[in-house]
């Protein structure tokens, strides 16, 4: 019994060590989204602090789309992977195909 615990514990370990840097590439992506959001909260904090009337949007709808934007950011960039979504999208060929359905 305790020679069966043994090789499963080596399993598992191999495996969470051979699994590891993917989880912590995913990790530190999470963290880049996060602070290139925060930055630029801070940004447009700045300048909506000097002219609040000069944007067509408030600052809550302004964060709210500063954070929608970071979440779907990779989904933009798997779109572009697919140039044929891309190709159907810039010929006009996907709103023919969505107004057909």
Partial sequence: MRQ???K???LFRIRFINTL???IAALAGLATQF???AMLILGFAAFYNTNPDAFPMTFDQTTTYIWLQQSMVMLI???LIDREII???TEGS???EL???
């Fill in 8 to 10: 499963y514990w080596s």
């Fill in 94 to 96: 996907i709103a023919y």
């Fill in 87 to 89: 190709d159907s999208i």
């Fill in 4 to 6: 069966t615990l043994k």
């Fill in 35 to 37: 602070a290139w959001g």
């Fill in 21 to 23: 840097q993917y989880r």
């Fill in 77 to 79: 960039y798997a779109s």
């Fill in 99 to 101: 107004c057909v359905q």
